[in-house]
């Protein structure tokens, strides 16, 4: 006589390995928490550096900056007051920061004809380690 057995994981077999899973998470998850932080302030640095170039290609059609009222959306629409502009400089649309802020622009800048900042992950000016801020003066290489 053959017994009826059935193909399976029982409930005891299942929750083992959702507990070893939830021990593997919670000893991963940390670090790899460690690495995002640096990569978030690479984004912001690449995005500050497209918006550089495409600022210096809108110079040079205009011979001039957008002012601070156009902002970086001059970038992609063009100003009702120019003749010259030949965009759009931007492919897509003006991002916010890698933290979901909003990229502050000002012209003039601090240090020359514009200045492009990110508040870092606290969203307020000034700050240290990943709450640093990350300017366009100073994201020259």
Known sequence: MK???????????LL????ILALLVSLVGPALFK????????????QIEDFSSSLDAFF?????????????EALRTKP???????GPYL????????WGNQYVYRSPG???????????????EGGDG????????ENKQ
């Open 3 to 13: 017994k009826n057995r059935r193909n399976g994981f029982t409930l005891i077999e």
């Open 16 to 19: 083992v390995v959702l507990s």
């Open 35 to 46: 690495f995002l932080s640096p990569a978030k302030r690479s984004i912001a640095k690449a």
């Open 60 to 72: 040079i059609d205009n011979s001039r900056y957008p002012t601070v009222s156009e902002g970086l």
């Open 80 to 86: 009702p007051s120019l003749n010259k502009w030949n």
């Open 91 to 98: 492919k897509k649309e003006v991002p916010n920061d890698p």
């Open 110 to 124: 601090r240090n020359g004809g514009y200045e492009i900042v990110s508040y870092g992950a606290d969203g307020v």
């Open 130 to 137: 990943e709450n640093a801020d990350i300017n366009s003066w």
